[in-house]
Structures are given as C-alpha cells and as structure tokens.
C-alpha cells in the first residue's frame, strides 16, 4: 500500500514549492487515476516518489507498505517494489537494452538478497514477456530506447515493469504520444499486470486511457494537492466539463 | 628575426641531444637513411612547447637523453590477446626477446628485425624506412619522428603479399625501471594483402615508435593496440602511412593510464577509393598519479572517392588531460571525399579537462566533410533512469562510462578482438568506480 501524508515539496535550486499537502492512499491490488491541469504538480509527485534529484522535501511523508520511501536511494525505492513508467523514457546510447534489463533485474534481486537469474534463465523470461508485448528481438538488442518510435518506447517501459515485478506502479501519461492502436497495446500490458495485489498509480489527462485501464478511484489534481476523489465518473466528468467547475468548488 | 632566433635554439637543442645519443652503425641502406634522418632533425631542431602541435602537451619529457625511472608493475590480468590464434613477438624494453618470442616465419608474410636487415648493405625496406617519416614532415614537421629514425635499432620488418593466416601480435614488456625503447618497424602490405598487427604493453618507461606501414592497391591493413597500464610511463608513437587505391586502413588504440602518452597519425590516401579509419577509446584517472593523452591526427585526402574517420573517446577524472588535434588536409583534385571526424570528452570532475583542436581544409569542391568535438559529464537523465530501474548508482555510471567509449570500440571490426578490449576497459572502469 502506497501512503502519502501532508507531503510538502518544493524546487531544491529555487524557492518555489510544487506539492502542498498531498495526502493519497493507493491501497493493494488498487488502480488509482490521478488527473489533473498542467503544472498541477503530478509529474512532480512521480519524480519526489522515486528519488529524482531537484526536489526538497520540506515536510510529510511517503509511504510503500510501511517503509519509508523518501530516505532510500532511488534504487533501493526500486529494490522495495517502486515502478515509474516514464512519461519521456530516456535515450541511453551505448547500453543494449538486453543488459540493461538484466542489470536492473539482478541488481534488484541483488539488493533484497535474492539469488541473480542466469543468462539463460533471464533470456527465457524475457523472450516471453517480450513477445505478448510485441517487442521484437531487434528492440531487444538496440540501445535503450535509442530510434524507438514513441509506442516502441512507452512498451518498452511495460515491458522492464513485466521483468521487474513491482508492487506499487506510477505510469505517468503513458498514453502521451500514442495512437489508438498502440495504446490499448500498453493498456493490455498493464491489465495483464492486474493480479490482485499489485497497485497502480495512472497518471493521465485524457478519460480514454482509463477506458482500457479501469481505476478503481480517480483523485483530481491541482495545485500540489488532491482536491477531489471518487469513482470512475469522476474522469467522465472532467471530460466533459474540463477542471473549471471542480476547480471553482474548491476555491 | 624572432623566428630564426627561435629556429637557432630548436637547432641547438637537436645538436646537443645527438651529442648524446648513440649513433648506430649499419650496411649501407639503414645508414643512409640514418644520415638523412640526422639532417633532417638538423634542420628541424627539436620541438617546443611554442611550436603550434606541441601547445597542448609538453614535449620536453620525451626529448631529454634519459629517461626519468618508472616503477615496473605487475599486471595480474589476462595478457592482451592471449587467447587468439596470434603470432606472438615480445620485446622487452624495447628490444626484441627471441626466447620468449614465436619464430619469425609465417604464410605469405616476411618478417625480419630491423637488427638483421640493418647489417646487410641492401634490403628492400630502403624504399620505406624513414621515406614515409620524411614525406610526413610536411605541411607539419614531427622532429621526434626523425630522431627515432636515426637511432632506431629494434623493429620488425614486415613484408605482406597475400592473407596473412594469423595476427601477428608485438607484446611489449618491461623488465628494467629507466628502460628507454626506440622502436622502428616497417610494414608493407604488397598488392592485395591483409594483415592485422596487434601491439599491447607498457613498452618502456619511455618508448619512442615509429611505424611505417604502406599500403597497396586492394591492400587491407588492421592495426589494435593497447597501451599499458603502468601509471608513470611515457609513449611517443608515430604511424605513417601511405594507402593506395581501393584499399583499406584501420587503426584503433586503447589507452588507459599512462603519464604521457601521444600518438601521432599521419596518414594519406594516395589512390582512389579507400578508405582509412583511425579511432581511440581513452580513459584516465589523474589519482593513479598524471595522467596525459594526446592524439594527433593528419589525413590527408590526395586520391578520389575516399572515405576516412576519425573517432576518439575520452574518459578522464581526478585532474587526467585529454588532448586532441584532427586535420582532415583534402588536396586540390581530392573529388568526393567523405571526411568525418568526432572527439568526444566525458569529464568526470571538474579538475579533468578536454582540449581539442578540429582542422578541415579544403581544396576540392566536391567534398563532405564533417567535425564535432564535444565536451560533457554523465547525463543526469540517464543515471536517474537506471537508478530508478534498481541499478546502484555506481554501476550504473560505470555503465555509462563504458557506453560512452562504446562509440570507438564499434570501430573494431572483429568481434573476438573486440571483446578483449571490451574486457580490459570493463577492469579498468571497475578498478576505478568512484
């Protein structure tokens, strides 16, 4: 279960605070939407959650299964069961994306003191991940996301979050950038994901997304902080209304 | 008047430092060449630090009569190429160790030493030995190329006339704290040959190598070399080499650790239709005690259609300096060259610092010609990306350490090699994970 308390952050180079008093419970086996205006904070909340470097965390807490996630080092947040799908996944020229899943998989086993996957071991896990997700043995070989087409990259994502098996899921706009296709591609991704325990955290602007990926609860979003909760109406709602009205109840 | 005030002082430095050398006695053919080389280095004097390719790196190290010594080191790691099929040749010093060596004989390939030829009175070397050196004195003189010349006395001199059936593959080793190598090897790759030559090892406290490698027609040359980790040793290395018509010209270096190093490349297509590539994947760190490269590049273009690269990677950290001169010189009636040329820095600290200086001149219209130096650190974005996948942050940045290097190593083309560098550079970046 993922629990953020009163959490309060603001930019570390400047003065200027982002999250004011985000207060959330993602509990397990949950799908949670989070929609929001831009500049509403929720990439922001994403980036403080898995230890982005930039942020100052001036007060409040974060949560995952009673651990403190705010004290780890990204990588033990990752090792803990911490998944971000990143909105714009990052080009990394030079490392194959095959090792670099390996080596995220075996540093992770690693980090909770699990024994590592053999070559061979990893080659069968990824081979059959990879193909329901569609991605051929030549993405496999590239260099991370270098030359991906934006469905390429956003599957690519689905596809480590497969590999690595987390509990706790932030998919921030996965659907940005995606045609109709490639998107219930991600989504049956995703759903395939569903086990009952595992949660998600689905950052998104647009109600479409949540069609193929149904939350359970949709939070509203604005200005660092939660403003509204309820069921799968709620993102109907907005598109039809937009924030303007939820907006002008809170104000 | 300052200028041949200046030109007087170079010359007198070269007089003083021949006073000191020893002149070796040879048959006719090395000696005159010896002789020409002596008055050419007359003539030039010897470089300083106010000369326009010697800004950047003090030379005065490699000029003085005797070396400072260096501590031998023992080196637990696999040797260099050991696991391939190789002709293995070993010197010591700098000077050839046969007992430690295979023989000198294989299919399609001559091979004596410098040594042995330098006692008869004709050798079919005479046309090579020091004429690549001395055309590649001009536009840019390379004094230190000539003193090598004219007091070489260790060397090998290959002659190729078809596929060579293994590497052959020069170890060099050191066995004595001042040891000072003066190297000369000759390589000659007759019509429609091929040879890979693979050099590894610390050589020398101080090592001074000229190679002269001519390339004819359908000719395909493969040069990997390694230099070795001993922190305080020096290397001045020259390559010369002359590259005819549809032929082929690789060279690649790794160099990690090493006071100073510099590796000077003068290359030129002469024919039509080939291609040459010089590439370089450098790392140091300035806590293993200093720590300075510098590759020194000069293509020049004189045939059409020609293709030449040149990719040099450097990694440096804690005060390491990294220096590179690329000129691609594209001569009147060089039509449809295709010149490129990349030098990239990843800086790992503020102390460690890139000086790159990129040249192009052309004089041919028809030409694509292209340069990029570029200095960076780590990519934050990328680190975070990894790091949020479970991957620590020091292997993670060693990760992309090795990633930035990867761009030279594509340069090799055969994977068993490849992957031997791969290796040496995966021990260094694990040695010095910060």
Known sequence: MLEIKDLHVKLAEEDKEILKGLSLTVPSGEVHAIMGPNGSGKSTMSYVLSGKEGYEVTSGSATLDGVDLLAMEPEERAAAGLFLAFQYPVEIPGVGNMTFLRTAVNSQRKLRGEEELSAAEFLKLVRAKAKSLKIDADMLKRPVNVGFSGGEKKRNEILQMAMLEPKMCILDETDSGLDVDAMKLVAEGVNALRDGKRSFLVITHYQRLLDHIKPDVVHIMAAGRIIKTGGPELALEVEHNGYADLLAEVA | ?434
């Open chain 2, 1 to 434: 008047m300052r200028r041949a005030q200046a030109l007087a002082a170079k010359r007198e430095a070269a007089a003083e430092r021949l006073s000191r050398a020893d002149l070796p006695k040879g048959g006719a053919w090395v000696t005159a060449a010896r002789e020409n080389a002596l008055e050419r280095l007359h003539r030039m004097g010897l470089p300083t630090r106010r000369d326009e390719y010697w800004r950047f790196t003090r030379p005065d190290a490699l000029i003085t009569a005797q070396t400072a010594p260096v501590p031998l080191m023992v080196d637990e790691d696999a040797p260099q190429f050991g696991e391939l099929d190789r002709l293995n040749l070993v010197f010591v010093d700098g000077v050839l160790d046969a007992a430690q060596s295979d023989a000198l004989a294989m299919d399609n390939v001559e091979i004596t030493t410098l040594e042995q030829a330098a006692t008869q009175d004709i050798h079919w070397a005479r046309d090579l030995f020091g004429v690549l050196e001395t055309q590649g004195q001009a536009p840019v003189e390379r004094p230190l190329a000539a003193l090598n010349t004219a007091t070489a006395t260790q060397g090998l001199l290959i002659r190729v006339t078809g596929q060579a059936p293994r590497p052959i593959s020069v170890t060099y080793l050191r066995g004595n704290e001042a040891g000072d190598g003066v190297v000369h090897h000759v390589i000659r790759l007759e019509k429609g040959a091929a040879l890979t030559f693979l050099e590894s090892g610390p050589a020398a406290a101080r090592l001074s190598a000229v190679t002269e490698v001519d390339v004819a027609d359908g000719a395909s040359f493969n040069h990997i070399r390694t230099q070795g980790r001993d922190h305080g040793r020096r290397a001045l290395t020259h390559l010369f080499a002359r590259i005819g018509s549809d032929a082929s010209f690789k060279s690649f270096s790794l160099t990690v650790n090493g006071a100073l190093s510099r590796n000077e490349y003068v290359i030129t297509l002469e024919g039509d239709d080939s291609h040459a590539t010089v590439s370089g994947a450098v790392a140091g760190d300035g806590n293993d005690g200093p720590f300075h490269q510098d590759d020194t590049v000069f293509i020049t273009h004189a045939g059409e259609r020609c293709e030449s690269r040149q990719v040099f990677k450097k990694v440096l950290r804690n005060g390491a300096t990294g220096v590179f001169q690329g000129k691609i010189l594209v001569s009147p009636g060089a039509q449809k060259t295709d010149g490129y040329q990349i030098s990239q820095a990843l800086l790992l600290d503020e102390d460690s610092q890139f000086l790159a200086k990129p040249e192009l001149e052309i004089h041919a219209d028809d030409v694509a010609c292209s340069h990029g130096a570029t200095v960076g650190a780590i990519d934050d974005e990328a680190l975070f990306y990894l790091m949020s996948r479970g991957v620590p942050r020091r292997l993670a940045q060693d990760m992309l350490v090795l990633a930035f290097l990867s761009e030279a190593l594509d340069e090799i083309d055969n994977d068993a090699i490849r992957d031997d560098i791969q290796t040496r550079l995966e021990l260094w970046v694990e040695r010095h994970s910060a």
